[in-house]
């Protein structure tokens, strides 16, 4: 059990109907925030990310590493949406709930007689949101994406790595993500508008969300004409500003100020590069990046990373080293503001797991959820007994397979 802390959405139904990655995170952004999630899963499997993970022991059990990450705190029913009867219990959850969420292709929940509009005659206040990976108009709409797919088409890849690697993938799936925490941000701030008379349509497109977040790369080519390209671990907009070897392992650094350049120069011991006419001004120094780095990795060799670090953040510059997830995850600031979340009884699994919660504090505090991850249709009967089903209809909707 953890403690939920602040709950602002605790008002909210939300309706998960999404798989995999991008309507998930969504989706586990709401329940830490409170909100009442009921994922709804297909009988055959249920979200694919009960198959993904590390753990070929939990992908069997349908209990992966993948989908426990992301859907702590929800309730699972399990549905056949194809059936009468499956198609009726979604649209009577919908007359009660405030949002539905889905990430299918565009098109297939309004063939399903579940689209939008169908819906809005259970709720006519429901707000729906849709995640695809180009959106729901325009030539690329019924085209399949998923993360990969659209790190290559945003220009994303083409920025990442360096003249040898690039273009590089992003090392975590960062478009199921941002496409995520873009439905979130979209379905809290429709939320805020409840006073609004009617429903809402929410189109997420993945391509688009990832491109919002490049501002800087895309904006020094609309604005400025320069075409981004990958700078590896360098800043393209400061220097000294990257990542620097030293004595023992790696160290960022991000002297992009003048006083901090010249506070870096005198903590490594070479005061002259403050008045080096190939680094004195801020200009000088872009022109002259990788020969002011090579000098300041020859004085960083004489001591580990770890001892530049306490110096530089000591003198004002922003530093930090490089670490691993095991490593980042033992920092005792991770563990001392509850972005760790523990649960010690799962269903379906019989041993303790350790998931992430959001980054998220209000007032101090880390929201939570207080259950763990469900089992496929966990919760299918007891969603059903409040929605009003009773026992003769429940065996009904079984024999029919619609549960």
């Given at each position: 059990?953890?403690?939920?802390?602040p709950r602002?959405?605790?008002?909210?139904?939300?309706?998960?109907?999404?798989?995999?990655l991008a309507g998930?995170?969504?989706?586990?952004?709401?329940?830490?925030?409170g909100?009442?999630?009921?994922?709804?899963?297909?009988?055959r499997?249920?979200?694919?990310?009960r198959?993904?993970?590390?753990?070929?022991?939990l992908?069997?059990?349908l209990?992966?590493a993948s989908?426990?990450a992301?859907?702590?705190?929800?309730?699972?029913?399990?549905?056949?949406l194809?059936?009468?009867?499956?198609?009726?219990v979604?649209?009577?959850?919908?007359?009660q709930a405030?949002?539905l969420v889905?990430?299918?292709?565009?098109?297939?929940m309004?063939?399903?007689?579940?689209?939008y509009?169908?819906?809005?005659?259970?709720?006519?206040?429901?707000i729906?949101?849709?995640?695809?990976?180009?959106?729901q108009?325009?030539?690329l709409?019924?085209l399949?994406?998923?993360d990969?797919i659209?790190?290559?088409m945003?220009?994303?890849m083409?920025?990442?790595g360096?003249?040898?690697?690039?273009?590089?993938r992003?090392?975590?799936?960062?478009?199921?993500?941002?496409?995520?925490m873009t439905?979130?941000?979209?379905?809290?701030?429709?939320?805020?508008?409840?006073?609004?008379?009617?429903?809402?349509?929410?189109?997420?497109?993945?391509?688009?969300?990832?491109?919002?977040?490049?501002g800087w790369?895309?904006?020094?080519?609309?604005?400025?004409g320069?075409?981004?390209?990958?700078?590896?671990n360098?800043?393209?907009?400061?220097?000294?500003?990257?990542?620097f070897?030293t004595?023992?392992?790696?160290?960022?650094?991000?002297?992009?100020?003048?006083?901090q350049?010249?506070?870096?120069?005198r903590?490594?011991?070479r005061p002259?590069?403050?008045?080096d006419?190939r680094?004195?001004?801020r200009?000088?120094?872009?022109?002259h990046?990788?020969?002011?780095?090579?000098?300041i990795?020859?004085?960083?060799a004489?001591?580990?990373a770890?001892a530049?670090?306490?110096?530089l953040?000591?003198?004002?510059?922003?530093?930090?080293?490089v670490?691993?997830?095991?490593?980042?995850?033992?920092?005792?600031?991770?563990?001392s503001?509850?972005?760790?979340?523990?649960?010690e009884?799962v269903?379906?699994?019989?041993?303790p797991?350790?998931?992430?919660?959001?980054?998220i504090?209000l007032?101090?505090?880390?929201?939570?959820?207080?259950?763990?991850?469900p089992?496929?249709?966990?919760?299918t009967?007891?969603?059903?007994?409040?929605l009003?089903y009773?026992?003769?209809?429940?065996?009904q909707?079984?024999?029919e397979?619609?549960?």
């Amino acid at each position: 059990m953890n403690d939920t802390g602040p709950r602002p959405l605790s008002a909210y139904r939300v309706l998960d109907l999404t798989n995999v990655l991008a309507g998930p995170f969504a989706c586990h952004q709401l329940a830490h925030l409170g909100a009442e999630v009921i994922k709804v899963e297909t009988l055959r499997g249920g979200d694919l990310a009960r198959q993904l993970g590390a753990d070929p022991e939990l992908n069997r059990s349908l209990m992966g590493a993948s989908f426990l990450a992301q859907n702590a705190g929800k309730r699972s029913i399990a549905l056949d949406l194809k059936q009468a009867g499956g198609k009726a219990v979604l649209r009577r959850l919908v007359s009660q709930a405030d949002v539905l969420v889905e990430n299918f292709r565009p098109g297939v929940m309004t063939r399903l007689g579940l689209g939008y509009e169908a819906l809005l005659a259970d709720n006519p206040r429901l707000i729906y949101c849709a995640i695809s990976g180009f959106g729901q108009t325009g030539p690329l709409r019924d085209l399949p994406a998923y993360d990969q797919i659209i790190q290559g088409m945003s220009g994303l890849m083409s920025i990442t790595g360096d003249e040898q690697s690039a273009p590089l993938r992003v090392g975590y799936p960062v478009a199921d993500t941002v496409g995520g925490m873009t439905a979130a941000f979209a379905i809290a701030a429709a939320l805020a508008d409840r006073d609004r008379p009617g429903g809402r349509f929410i189109d997420i497109s993945m391509l688009e969300a990832v491109m919002a977040t490049m501002g800087w790369a895309v904006s020094n080519h609309l604005i400025a004409g320069r075409t981004p390209s990958p700078m590896g671990n360098e800043n393209m907009t400061a220097s000294p500003s990257g990542t620097f070897e030293t004595g023992q392992g790696l160290l960022n650094i991000a002297a992009n100020k003048q006083e901090q350049f010249e506070a870096l120069a005198r903590v490594i011991g070479r005061p002259e590069l403050i008045e080096d006419p190939r680094f004195a001004a801020r200009q000088a120094r872009l022109d002259h990046r990788f020969e002011l780095k090579a000098e300041i990795e020859r004085a960083l060799a004489k001591r580990p990373a770890e001892a530049w670090w306490s110096m530089l953040n000591e003198a004002g510059v922003p530093a930090g080293p490089v670490f691993t997830v095991p490593q980042a995850l033992a920092l005792p600031q991770i563990a001392s503001r509850g972005m760790v979340a523990h649960f010690e009884q799962v269903p379906g699994i019989g041993r303790p797991i350790s998931v992430l919660r959001t980054g998220i504090k209000l007032d101090g505090q880390a929201p939570g959820v207080d259950t763990p991850p469900p089992t496929l249709g966990q919760h299918t009967e007891l969603i059903l007994r409040d929605l009003g089903y009773d026992n003769a209809q429940i065996e009904q909707l079984r024999a029919e397979r619609a549960i």
